[in-house]
């Protein structure tokens, strides 16, 4: 199982571009999250799903928007990129939400640089 | 905004010795889980414990919860380099909140 992979790993655009970062997980997940980390920030939620079909906003979700059309593919768009959105972007996937199983698995990341 | 804020921000120890690490959180939780960083790569699940749990152990890892001061530490034993990554304690109340992680340095 390749579990949860990302594309592409880096990108540089310029103010104003869009582009998309797909997130594909193998193991059945339900959940899916798209997260940002900034230096000394941690990780912050941008947007997640709980199922095929729905998406939801989480912490800082403007300037971003997602879409969740197969069970296995979690797709963030930019459409109009800024040099705030520069980061480091993670995916992850979880069996489910709660008390017990809600580990999450991350992908390896993808590097943005908006100029 | 984050709930879990690790304590410290940087630990720098030789390899042999112990390294703990502490998180405190504001609100109450389902469980809070521990993740590793290793430099240029993304989060990897270390242990879940769980609200009504007390402590847990894996491995040379070793985990506390106290729900009455909203604290948990996660105590690695016999470090080595190996173990050298950033390490992150995460709060579960329906959603997932991150903390700006603990940078763990292992000198050989």
């Known amino acids: 199982n390749a579990g949860v992979t990302q594309t592409p790993k880096f990108r540089v655009l310029k103010t104003g571009q869009s582009m998309t970062l797909l997130c594909a997980q193998d193991m059945n997940h339900e959940y899916m999250y798209w997260y940002r980390q900034d230096p000394g920030m941690g990780l912050r939620l941008i947007h997640y799903s709980v199922g095929e079909g729905t998406t939801a906003k989480g912490e800082v979700p403007d300037g971003y928007n997602v879409s969740r059309l197969k069970k296995q593919n979690f797709l963030l768009g930019l459409e109009s990129a800024a040099p705030s959105q520069t980061s480091v972007y993670f995916c992850a996937s979880s069996r489910g939400q709660g008390r017990v199983y809600n580990e999450q698995f991350f992908g390896p990341g993808t590097r943005l640089t908006v100029l | 905004s984050q709930q879990g804020e690790e304590d410290p921000q940087a630990l720098s120890i030789q390899e042999g010795e112990n390294a703990t690490m502490n998180c405190s959180y504001k609100?109450?939780?389902?469980?809070l889980q521990w993740y590793r960083q290793n430099s240029g790569r993304g989060l990897v699940h270390l242990i879940l414990?769980?609200?009504?749990?007390r402590e847990k152990h894996s491995g040379r890892l070793r985990v506390t919860l106290d729900t009455s001061k909203k604290s948990s530490s996660l105590l690695i034993t016999a470090s080595r380099a190996a173990d050298t990554a950033s390490y992150f304690c995460?709060?579960?109340?329906?959603?997932?909140?991150f903390g700006a992680g603990t940078r763990l340095t292992v000198k050989p």
């Open positions: 609100t109450s939780i389902n469980n």
């Open positions: 995460a709060t579960n109340n329906n959603d997932m909140r």
């Open positions: 414990i769980r609200s009504n749990e």
